[in-house]
């Protein structure tokens, strides 16, 4: 029986690399990676997956030269300004997570204008990492808890869950890494406990649906235990 993808994470590496390799500068790289971003969210909602959440900016990022920093902002403005009736009409719900606070007042308000646009859609749930560490996100949500007035005896896993950004959704059943590195880069650290990793060598722009499927295909081959053993499993019935 297939495993079922509720929640697809996806780690969007090799913009740069794939732009180097082409004699290209980086921010065209960032440009064929929005490209590939468009691709996969329609495969996403095709193959009805209805979490996926996509990591566009890191907190480290900002370490990066000014002007590829400021590019990508002004990326990801135009694909807003271009995507967000698509989004409304393909009942696609923008989310975001990370801290918002650092980013141009205009590219907030469009985000903002976004995420109300489609908050009554449901078909698929697209979030985007923007600004977004996973070792920030458990030190905003420890101060969460705290504000809220929760005791140390009450703050168990499932209470300081909903103190994260991503207490609307469920844990990613498989996470996607691309580009060809072997490691999750300070990305949903609570959230992958139990979540299936596959890497990929191919660099971002190249991901396609083809891609898409090959993960999907491996995936479907995981027996996932959350730490019971085989013999637990099988005793599972199914549903």
Sequence with gaps: M???IDHLAI????NGRWAKG????RLKGHEAGAQAARKV???AKERQIRFLTLYAFSSENWRRPRDEVEGLFRLLEGFIDREVERLVESGIRLHTIGDLSKFPSSLRQKIAMTTEKTQANGELHLSVALNYGGRNE????FRRAIRSGLSAEELDEEAFSRCLDTSFMPDPDLLVRTGGERRISNFLLWQLAYTEIYFSDTLWPDFDENALDSAISWFNTRQRRF???PEQIEGIPLP
Excluded: F
């Design 11 to 14: 780690i969007m590496d090799g």
């Design 41 to 43: 969210v329609e495969a």
């Design 227 to 229: 730490g019971m053993t």
């Design 138 to 141: 458990i030190l905003r949500g």
């Design 2 to 4: 297939a495993n079922k």
């Design 22 to 25: 082409r004699g290209l500068p």
